[in-house]
Structure formats: structure tokens, C-alpha cells
Nanobody, 137 residues
Framework: QVQLAESGGGLVQAGGSLRLSCAAS????????MAWFRQAPGKEREFVAA????????NYADSVLGRFTISRDNAKNLVYVQMNNLKPEDTAVYFC??????????????????????????????WGQGTQVTVSS
């Protein structure tokens, strides 16, 4: 089992940047594919970005491609998302999530991302409490 805790959210002007961090407990952290999701008021939770267990492959939502970068440090049990050129529509609570590669695996045995499951919130086994990001215009 793994516990997740996000940090780094805040208020930023449009065009600005933020870096969110997610700290994971447990010695098996490197066995989990990790992802960021977000949820705006009145909307469903949506996929933002994902990264494989080794950090070798990533996947992004079209809405953040080229602006956000996901990364991880397995030695420190951390996953990050660097968010640049933020827009008001990026305002949401951001959650990190972990997939244990059992059942609905996000990553296959060759380290490739499964496009059918990576964006599905139901495929993730553990979630943090979220951190608020607000982008003002």
C-alpha cells in the first residue's frame, strides 16, 4: 500500500508557473505507475499526465501537452508536475494517483503506457487528498 500527499498548489497569474509535488510513503513506490488528475468545480475528474515506473515514458492530456512536464524521483519517493504558461482553465484541485499494475494496468511488461487505461481514473488504486491550483486572468 502507498499513501500520497500533494503540495505546491497556490494562486498564480495567467502565464505563470507552478511545480506540484507528490510524496509517496512505502518502500514499494517504484513499483507504481504514477499520474496527475485534476477536478474543477462542477466537472468530472480529468487526466493530466502519467509516468511509468522507471520514469522512461510519459503521457499527457492534449490540453496540457507542451506546457506541463511530469517527472519522478524514485530515490526520494516523489513525483512532480511542472506547469508552465498556466491558463485560467487550468484552475482545479490537482490529485496524484498510483496504479499498482495489477488488474487494470497502466503500464505493460515492456514499460509501455496502456493508452486504454492511462486516462481512466478507475484504473488507479491510490489517491492523494489534492492541492488547489488557481490561475487568475
Amino acid at each position: 500500500q502507498v499513501q500520497l500527499a500533494e503540495s505546491g498548489g497556490g494562486l498564480v497569474q495567467a502565464g505563470g508557473s507552478l511545480r506540484l509535488s507528490c510524496a509517496a510513503s512505502g518502500r514499494t513506490y517504484s513499483r507504481y505507475a504514477m499520474a496527475w488528475f485534476r477536478q474543477a468545480p462542477g466537472k468530472e475528474r480529468e487526466f493530466v499526465a502519467a509516468i511509468t515506473r522507471s520514469g522512461g515514458r510519459t503521457n499527457y492530456a492534449d490540453s496540457v501537452l507542451g506546457r506541463f512536464t511530469i517527472s519522478r524521483d524514485n530515490a526520494k519517493n516523489l513525483v512532480y508536475v511542472q506547469m508552465n504558461n498556466l491558463k485560467p482553465e487550468d484552475t482545479a484541485v490537482y490529485f496524484c494517483a498510483a496504479n499498482n499494475n495489477v488488474g487494470r494496468a497502466v503500464e505493460d511488461d515492456l514499460g509501455r503506457i496502456n493508452s486504454r487505461t492511462v486516462k481512466d481514473a478507475q484504473a488507479y488504486d491510490y489517491w492523494g487528498q489534492g492541492t488547489q491550483v488557481t490561475v487568475s486572468s
